[in-house]
């Protein structure tokens, strides 16, 4: 278990952070001991997994409604009820990953004027000493 200074040491998140987290209700309340929260390690699996939705630019609303039924793996649903709950996940994974697909495209275009600007300038001081 896990104080909330050291669950923020191993996310990333701030101890700030994952108290609004747990007021939006984006994470449940974890357990308290002498009332200090205490964060379980699968607990900080999924923020961690959280960090990396919220680095690649998913909003709070899509991880909020992606984990909203906790993990699927420990749920004992009927068929249907699982279904559906991965169906909104897979819709919106695919969504991230379109949003994903184009920032990369953006990145390669950048980086691809980069290199160009990069191999006038190594030019133009190659031509520049020559004239020395």
Request: glycine share 6%; with cysteine.
């Amino acid at each position: 278990m896990y104080s909330i200074s050291e669950a923020a040491i191993k996310t990333g998140f701030t101890a700030h952070t994952l108290r609004y987290y747990e007021k939006i209700g984006l994470l449940s309340s974890p357990l308290r001991k002498g009332g200090k929260r205490r964060y379980t390690e699968g607990e900080i699996r999924l923020l961690k997994f959280m960090k990396m939705l919220k680095q690649t630019g998913m909003s709070l609303e899509d991880i909020q409604e992606f984990l909203k039924d906790g993990c699927l793996l420990e749920n004992i649903d009927s068929n249907d009820i699982q279904l559906k709950k991965i169906q909104i996940r897979v819709d919106i994974l695919k969504k991230h990953l379109l949003l994903l697909e184009e920032q990369r495209q953006e990145i390669e275009t950048v980086m691809n004027v980069a290199k160009v600007k990069l191999e006038t300038y190594e030019t133009m001081i190659g031509d520049l000493k020559g004239e020395e």
